[in-house]
């Protein structure tokens, strides 16, 4: 499905996404959620 010209949040959840990586990467192995990676930057 495609919704013409997107929904409000599309921007912003790719901007988180993408701001996330370094976090992620620095993560420790194992499962993690959002509360567990250091604090995203921008």
Known sequence: MTIKDGINGDIATCAITVNA????????????TIANIETISY
């Open 21 to 32: 990586i370094p976090a992620v990467i620095k993560a420790p192995a194992g499962l993690k």
